[in-house]
């Protein structure tokens, strides 16, 4: 079945950085777009970024353009998401996903991970 494993959430200062990475198996990763998301306590899932199948193509979120880059390695069946510059209301708990095509919406999307914490503290 497909899985899509997020990983390298945490505690970060305001200012810090991390990198979140998804890890997919039991679909044809080249063949999907990879989108992240996140939800915030009280709040609805929102769009953070997104990447095409063959990574030509990223689309963010206004909240986090300059700041995020997604990026994959089809290779290695991985999405990654850099966050640099965090802010405390990037506090969320982060999923990625994959759909046919590369979309901000997501219900469009066919598969989700389980999701990982991030809290940028102030």
């Known amino acids: 079945q497909v899985q899509l494993v997020e990983s390298g959430g945490g505690l970060v200062q305001a200012g810090g950085s991390l990198r979140l990475s998804c890890a997919a198996s039991g679909l044809t990763f080249s063949s999907y777009a990879m989108g992240w998301f996140r939800q915030a306590p009280g709040k609805e899932r929102e769009f953070v970024c997104a990447?095409?199948?063959?990574?030509?193509?990223?689309y963010y979120a206004d909240s986090v353009k300059g700041r995020f880059t997604v990026s994959r390695d089809n290779a290695k069946n991985t999405v990654y998401l850099q966050m640099n510059s965090l802010k405390p209301e990037d506090t969320a708990v982060y999923y990625c996903?994959?759909?046919?095509?590369?979309?901000?919406?997501?219900?469009?999307?066919?598969?989700w991970g389980q999701g990982t914490q991030v809290t940028v503290s102030s």
């Open positions: 990447i095409s199948r063959p990574g030509t193509f990223t």
């Open positions: 996903a994959a759909d046919r095509i590369v979309t901000r919406t997501s219900y469009e999307y066919d598969y």
